[in-house]
């Protein structure tokens, strides 16, 4: 503010608080000073444009020079390698079952496990009461050599006949009763023989032997126990848990959309690591052995739209048990040339579309509708709107807008997710 306008205001206010004493009852102050002094509403108006061109005028102009365009940070877009992979939860399975039942009826006469232990393919696990089985078996073994000592007999009687019906000695008649006895002693012989295997096979079947390796669990009888061949309830069970299986599901629009990206070249097979599953535990916890993904059912659960994937897995000391939740990772393929945008340069407009602001070649801002497929890390997977060298904001987004012209600092290349340099990027395809 310079002198003048300074003098002008100081003797306005003076005047008016001059006035302000006096207190007229009427105007006629003001009248009075307006016909003795018609200066004074002169004076104050300058007064009051002095200040308003003195004052702030100078200092709005000097301060807009000052600031210039705004800063704004920016990463160059360069496209990576990635392993893409999915999480996909599932259960464990044993690699084999097996229900212990009995084949022959009978009393249990001895249990020979231990429950909980691992037993091995032939172990004695039950003795059946063998004693009537036993006595079966004897039977048939007689039955087959009474008829085999019959059987010598009449072959004998059938060669006779048969030299003395050619001489006509005896009767056709006679030598055709010594044939069919004979023919149905071999028959006789055979029934025992097949009896006897029937006995066999039977007394066979009281001892009760493992048929696979693996943890058996408990038992459902005890010693003295009456059971029957293949009742419903089994005598316990054995499961193999190494290696073991690992069931997950996979909906049938993941399995179009990996097709559909593996026909067009957008991914790759990772050659011989394509099949390699990695484990989640329940607690969060990485299981330590990698397993091997054996195939992908054919068959679409109605109920859930989805397939079944089976992998398995070694389990040498028994970590994983039958029935557990995990969380599996498969690996979808490789992405050659993958756009990866920071999640602090994405923003989304009223309708929840993402978008982009980027720096274009004359420094001005540019808007970018972008399609996000997944979430790496803190950053996004760009399949559409983004292109290699790319100068996208991730720094004083709030601070600019489509058109303006800003001043760009580039960041280095992996500051916002720490990333850099690392050629590949294993990831989990945690939808948008």
Excluded at 172 to 188: K, P, R
Excluded at 205 to 217: D, E, H, L, Q, V
Aim: glycine share 8%; charged share 20%; net charge positive.
């Amino acid at each position: 503010m310079n002198k003048k306008s300074s003098s002008v205001v100081e003797i306005s206010r003076k005047y008016a608080n001059g006035c302000e004493k006096i207190k007229l009852q009427s105007k006629s102050c003001f009248m009075w000073n307006r016909r003795k002094n018609p200066w004074t509403l002169v004076l104050t108006a300058m007064a009051g444009a002095g200040l308003l061109m003195g004052g702030c005028g100078p200092r709005d102009n000097q301060g807009a020079q000052q600031m210039g365009p705004p800063e704004v940070g920016v990463v160059t877009i360069q496209p990576e390698r990635i392993v893409l992979t999915k999480d996909l939860p599932g259960r464990t399975a044993a690699y084999r079952v097996a229900e212990i039942r009995p084949q022959v009826n009978g009393l249990i006469l001895k249990r020979s496990f231990k429950e909980g232990a691992n037993v091995k393919a032939g172990d004695l696990l039950y003795q059946i009461d063998p004693s009537p089985y036993q006595a079966a078996y004897d039977q048939a073994a007689a039955a087959v050599s009474m008829a085999e000592a019959n059987l010598t007999s009449l072959r004998l009687r059938e060669k006779r006949f048969k030299q003395l019906a050619a001489n006509r000695a005896v009767g056709q008649q006679d030598y055709d009763d010594a044939l069919a006895a004979l023919q149905h002693m071999e028959a006789q012989l055979k029934s025992s023989q097949a009896a006897l295997v029937s006995a066999r096979i039977n007394l066979s079947y009281t001892p009760i032997k493992a048929p696979i390796s693996g943890y058996i669990g408990r038992s459902s009888v005890t010693e003295g126990a009456l059971v029957t061949a293949y009742q419903a309830v089994p005598l316990a069970t054995i499961q193999q848990l190494d290696p073991i299986y690992v069931d997950v599901t996979q909906s049938t629009a993941e399995v179009l959309r990996l097709d559909r990206q593996l026909a067009e070249g957008r991914l790759t097979h990772n050659g011989q690591n394509q099949n390699a599953v990695e484990l989640i535990l329940d607690d969060g916890t990485t299981y330590a052995r990698k397993g091997t993904l054996q195939f992908r059912d054919i068959t679409v659960d109605p109920t859930t739209g989805s397939v079944i994937l089976r992998a398995v897995f070694p389990n040498p000391d028994g970590t994983l048990l039958p029935g557990m939740f995990v969380y599996t990772i498969l690996q979808e393929g490789i992405q050659e040339e993958a756009i990866l945008v920071s999640q602090s340069g994405v923003n989304r407009n009223h309708r929840g579309e993402p978008y982009v602001l980027v720096v274009d070649e004359s420094g001005k801002v540019d808007l970018r509708m972008v399609t996000i497929d997944r979430a790496i890390g803190d950053r996004w997977l760009v399949s559409n709107g983004l292109n290699p060298n790319d100068q996208v904001i991730v720094e004083g987004v709030q601070k600019v807008k489509p058109g303006a012209s800003v001043k760009v600092v580039r960041l280095p290349s992996g500051r916002e997710d720490g990333s850099a340099g690392e050629k590949t990027v294993h990831t989990s395809a945690n939808m948008k």
